[in-house]
């Protein structure tokens, strides 16, 4: 029953962003639009919140691998020198069964209940590659980060609504990818611009570089793992409400555009009820040299709250000083600053130092929890998800 409840939990939040994220795609438009699509859907956005507020509360959390990661994900991550023995290979050069990623996703057979190991060989693949609903179990592995990427430059400046200017959108089920990379070389006037958008349940990522400006990466939904992952931008580079676990990542500050700011997180979760949240534990947060050269300095952040139930915490982890002593920023004027949760915990570098940090109530409430005399172990983690 306890997993069931926990699977119900995850489907009915899931059913929540999507409702919440094509409100967003209405939200620059002009005319009556966006408040009838709004008035379509609330009734059943009423009744998704009432069935989630039914049901009891759970608890996630650990310092290790979360549970939910299991079988040849859990092997890979395990043991990165272990081989899988790949059902297609995709070659630039012709030598192995399709020459671009997306055909070979196509010969994958719908809802597969065994892994779909893909092998991509060198090369920059220019294509735009989706992993539809119903293509599940797909394991995308490569020869590394650096030597074999996914490149896209779609931008919002270009009409096109952030969630389609993706260069990797995930839909389908435990999708896991390892020793890839994913760009979207859209430059930061482009303003929002996708490199990955995940939303199907249980995504695995092992040793993925994401590259991007404004909205690189976009956890949007269900559960999804990362694991010595690097992840750069500028705006709200990290962003969506999934229930999602950063262990041993890098995360890169790059130099935005003239006047603007960085933040590094901006969580989404706008429902009580909600089990998005945002966990990174045991990263580290640095900088490019453009950014940290730049006259006058640009100021940056570990995240602002870009719904009102925002959540995130981020612990034992090196934070550079190039982060402002506040720590973290506001979205619009005080919104969502009562009700917002951000903490920090056991965190270390120059930029770790919280004696300067905003004073907003809720953030305080963990300072407390940070004294080392306390002995709290990572399952710190465990008081947000419910709350």
Same mark, same amino acid.
């Given at each position: 029953?306890?997993?069931?409840? *926990?699977?119900?939990? /995850?489907?009915?939040?899931?059913?929540?962003?999507?409702? &919440?994220?094509?409100?967003?795609?209405?939200?620059?438009?002009?005319?009556?639009?966006?408040?009838?699509?709004?008035? %379509?859907?609330?009734?059943?956005?009423?009744?998704?919140?009432?069935?989630?507020?039914?049901?009891?509360?759970?608890?996630?959390?650990?310092?290790?691998?979360?549970?939910?990661?299991?079988?040849?994900?859990?092997?890979?991550?395990?043991?990165?020198?272990?081989? !899988?023995?790949?059902?297609?290979?995709?070659?630039?050069?012709?030598?192995?069964?399709?020459?671009?990623?997306?055909?070979?996703?196509?010969?994958?057979?719908?809802?597969?209940?065994?892994?779909?190991?893909?092998?991509?060989?060198?090369?920059?693949?220019?294509?735009?590659?989706? /992993? +539809?609903?119903?293509?599940? @179990?797909?394991?995308?592995?490569?020869? *590394?980060? $650096?030597?074999?990427? /996914?490149?896209?430059?779609?931008?919002?400046?270009? *009409?096109?609504?952030?969630?389609?200017?993706?260069?990797?959108?995930?839909?389908?089920?435990?999708?896991?990818?390892?020793?890839?990379?994913?760009?979207?070389?859209?430059?930061?006037?482009?303003?929002?611009?996708?490199?990955?958008?995940?939303?199907?349940?249980?995504?695995?990522?092992?040793?993925?570089? %994401?590259?991007?400006?404004?909205?690189?990466?976009?956890?949007?939904?269900?559960?999804?793992?990362?694991?010595?992952?690097?992840?750069?931008? #500028?705006?709200?580079?990290?962003?969506?409400?999934?229930?999602?676990?950063?262990?041993?990542?890098?995360?890169?500050?790059?130099? +935005?555009?003239?006047?603007?700011?960085?933040?590094?997180?901006?969580?989404?979760?706008?429902?009580?009820?909600?089990?998005?949240?945002?966990?990174?534990?045991?990263?580290?947060?640095?900088?490019? @040299?453009?950014?940290?050269?730049?006259?006058?300095?640009?100021?940056?952040?570990?995240?602002?709250?870009?719904?009102?139930?925002?959540?995130?915490?981020?612990?034992?982890?090196?934070?550079?000083?190039?982060?402002? +002593?506040?720590?973290?920023?506001?979205?619009?004027?005080?919104?969502? !600053? &009562?009700?917002?949760?951000?903490?920090?915990?056991? @965190?270390?570098?120059? *930029?770790?130092? #919280?004696?300067?940090?905003?004073?907003?109530?809720?953030?305080?409430? $963990?300072? %407390?929890?940070?004294?080392?005399?306390?002995?709290?172990?990572?399952?710190? $983690? !465990?008081?947000?998800?419910?709350?």
């Amino acid at each position: 029953m306890d997993y069931i409840i *926990g699977e119900v939990k /995850i489907w009915l939040s899931g059913a929540i962003s999507d409702k &919440d994220t094509c409100f967003d795609a209405f939200a620059k438009t002009n005319g009556e639009s966006k408040e009838k699509v709004r008035e %379509m859907l609330k009734t059943s956005g009423r009744m998704l919140s009432k069935c989630l507020a039914m049901a009891p509360r759970q608890l996630l959390g650990g310092e290790n691998i979360p549970d939910y990661v299991k079988g040849h994900a859990r092997k890979l991550i395990e043991n990165p020198k272990i081989a !899988l023995k790949p059902n297609v290979v995709v070659a630039q050069d012709g030598s192995g069964n399709f020459e671009t990623i997306t055909e070979a996703v196509q010969s994958v057979p719908l809802q597969s209940k065994v892994p779909f190991v893909i092998l991509v060989k060198r090369g920059i693949y220019k294509e735009y590659v989706m /992993i +539809p609903k119903m293509i599940d @179990n797909v394991v995308l592995i490569r020869e *590394g980060p $650096l030597i074999t990427r /996914i490149s896209g430059n779609k931008g919002f400046e270009d *009409g096109i609504q952030t969630a389609f200017t993706a260069t990797l959108t995930v839909e389908g089920r435990l999708f896991t990818a390892k020793d890839i990379g994913v760009e979207n070389t859209r430059r930061p006037e482009g303003h929002q611009a996708l490199a990955v958008r995940a939303t199907g349940d249980l995504g695995i990522y092992y040793n993925v570089h %994401m590259d991007g400006y404004q909205d690189t990466l976009c956890p949007d939904k269900n559960r999804q793992f990362f694991r010595e992952c690097r992840i750069s931008g #500028t705006v709200d580079f990290i962003f969506g409400n999934a229930v999602t676990a950063f262990q041993k990542c890098v995360m890169v500050v790059r130099k +935005p555009m003239p006047s603007q700011t960085c933040e590094v997180t901006a969580q989404g979760r706008d429902e009580t009820n909600v089990t998005g949240i945002t966990m990174i534990q045991g990263y580290n947060i640095t900088a490019e @040299n453009d950014f940290l050269d730049a006259k006058p300095p640009i100021q940056a952040y570990l995240g602002r709250p870009w719904k009102t139930m925002s959540r995130t915490i981020i612990m034992h982890s090196t934070i550079d000083g190039f982060i402002s +002593p506040d720590g973290w920023y506001p979205w619009d004027g005080n919104i969502g !600053l &009562d009700t917002l949760f951000y903490a920090e915990y056991k @965190n270390y570098g120059p *930029g770790a130092d #919280t004696s300067k940090r905003v004073d907003w109530g809720v953030y305080n409430t $963990l300072r %407390m929890m940070r004294q080392p005399s306390h002995g709290l172990p990572s399952y710190i $983690l !465990l008081l947000i998800i419910g709350s």
